[in-house]
């Protein structure tokens, strides 16, 4: 493709240099764009002079929220280097196999991942650390450089942006698998265009823009909606390091803040509603509200309602930067319980086992295809051939559509489930569970849960003379998976249900023990 990829920090250091880009609100501090770009100038020069970071080559972030998150994404974006935010939800044994599968050069972390970060350092061998605390005094050892000193000690002019296209990999963001294993979903800046401009059409992205960003900046949701839509378009971010329900609130709620965008999962919004300051608060600024990440239940979308403020429900993944429906605001009540409309640069079918288009109303897979739409999977080819069909992404997704062309997703076309707004997959919890000493067979089932929608439930079989109980799988997991994985109850049975091919009847499983 023979588009050039601008620098849009750059663009907007010219354009508003003093207006505020960023600013977080867990340290009270502020960046004009013109601030914002010599920072990310000075980073991207020290990349590249202190780690010998260039062209292609991958720098992690393991951290909680900070500004300093998109200030490497964007002296990434300068240098031509791939982004790789790290779930800091994860266990060791998870984060060694995604770091040792795109092999950064560097890692950035914070004071609170530190000693994740070290451990992972030492078992895959990255050659560089920073931590963007180290001024504070803790983990300021010898070989791992402060952040702050790195930026002051750089020279902005010394940037030699690297020629790109909308095809250059931005990002690697890695996204659990059927397989038990994370696959990193290559993010293109053209993905990161794209998405930007299919926003605005739904939630009125502009310049004057207020995003309030509460999710996980690793997650795709937080770091692209409405964050890179919004530096795309010269808005205004305010980072929150972690979410808190009264803090949101206050500040969603607050006229001279005025917050105009954010998203979040369902149990965001069920958190804020169920704060007492919420019987009050108004939304006077708010422009768009999306809900995503897994079905929003219609108790809570008429709660938000009657405050006078739509949730927009929209559908995306990792590997569609993300957007690829959503509800227009005055479509919210209308059309409750749809995804919406497909954006504007995506083309979507539903399809048969056969990959033929289904009638309107029947269900079928969601296929989906456009300049939003990932190239493949980091070091998996094999998945990305397996994944696609006449440049189709199979989402995975069971979804209908109705007669005013609306779309559903009805169901999870695989195992996966949405527990908290994070994608548990079963096949990943079944392999740890495996692993425990006395387990037979075990198959995970999401069970629905009024806090986190669903939870994984655990059907084991007990090996003959062996002994389990249900604290000690749990435990198991405890220690071996992210927190959001881990099974909250465990059946034990005697046998699981097979077909002929042996494939579990997953099914007969939710029938029988899926209340």
């Known amino acids: 493709m023979s588009t050039r990829s601008f620098d849009w920090i750059a663009h907007h250091a010219k354009v508003r240099p ?27 020069a020290a990349l590249a002079t202190e780690f010998g970071i260039g062209h292609e080559d991958r720098v992690a972030v393991l951290a909680n929220n900070n500004t300093n998150f998109f200030e490497v994404q964007f002296a990434c974006w300068k ?99 059927t397989t038990g294993r994370p696959k990193g979903a290559i993010i ?11 926003c605005t059409e739904f939630f009125g992205m502009r310049s004057d823009m207020i995003n309030l960003a509460f999710l996980p900046l690793f997650h795709t949701g937080g770091l692209n909606v409405f964050a890179n839509p919004g530096f795309h378009f010269g808005g205004t971010t305010l980072v929150m390091r972690t979410f ?35 019987a009050d608060a108004s939304f006077p600024t708010i422009t768009a509200a999306c809900v995503g990440g897994s079905p929003t239940p219609l108790p809570l979308i008429k709660t938000w309602e009657a405050k006078g403020l739509p949730l927009q429900q929209a559908y995306g993944m990792t590997e569609t930067s993300p957007l690829v429906l959503a509800l227009k605001p005055e479509d919210c009540s ?34 989906v295809r456009g300049p939003n ?24 997704d069971a979804t209908r559509q109705d007669d005013d062309g609306f779309y559903y997703v009805v169901d999870r076309w695989k195992d996966m489930y949405i527990s908290g707004g994070e994608n548990v997959y079963p ?16 198959a995970v089932i999401g069970v629905a849960d009024q806090r986190w929608v669903e939870v994984g439930r655990a059907v084991v079989v007990v090996k003959e003379g062996a002994e389990l109980d249900e604290s000690t799988v749990i435990n198991h997991c405890r220690a071996n998976l992210a927190r959001y994985k881990v099974p909250q109850s465990v059946v034990f049975i005697d046998e699981i249900p097979h077909n002929a091919t042996g494939k579990v009847l997953k099914r007969e499983l939710r029938d029988a023990y899926g209340q």
């Not at 096949?427 to 075990?442: K, N, P, Q, Y």
């Open 244 to 278: 808190d329900p009264a803090e949101a609130l206050r500040l969603l709620s607050d006229p001279e803040i005025g917050v105009t965008h954010f998203i979040g999962v369902p149990a965001n919004y069920l958190f804020m509603s169920q704060v007492p300051a919420f």
């Open 79 to 177: 240098l031509g280097a791939i982004f790789v935010p790290l779930n800091w939800r994860l266990a060791v044994p998870e984060l060694e196999y995604i770091v040792g599968d795109c092999s950064p050069k560097l890692i950035v972390f914070d004071n609170d991942m530190a000693e994740p970060a070290n451990q992972i350092a030492k078992l895959c061998g990255i050659d560089h650390k920073v931590n963007w605390n180290a001024g504070s005094g803790a983990d300021a050892s010898y070989d791992t450089a402060d952040y702050e000193e790195l930026l002051a000690a750089s020279d902005p002019a010394a940037v030699r942006p690297h020629p790109s296209t909308h095809d250059t990999a931005l990002t690697i963001m890695y996204t659990s698998g």
């Open 188 to 198: 293109t800046q053209g993905m990161t265009f794209y998405n930007a401009v299919n």
């Open 427 to 442: 096949a990943e919890v079944e392999s740890v569970i495996f692993g425990l000493d006395g387990v037979g067979e075990v």
């Open 18 to 44: 003093d207006q505020v880009a960023q600013v977080d609100l867990a340290t009270d501090r502020s960046f004009t764009w013109a601030r914002m770009n010599e920072r990310t100038n000075r980073l991207a």
């Open 334 to 367: 209308v059309k409750i319980g749809s995804a919406g409309l497909p954006a504007m640069h995506c083309e979507v079918r539903v399809v048969d086992d056969n990959g033929n288009d289904v009638m309107v109303g029947q269900t079928g897979e969601l296929w």
């Open 373 to 396: 739409i990932t190239p493949g999977y980091w070091n998996h080819p094999e998945a990305t051939t397996e994944s696609f069909d006449d440049g189709f992404l199979k989402t995975g």
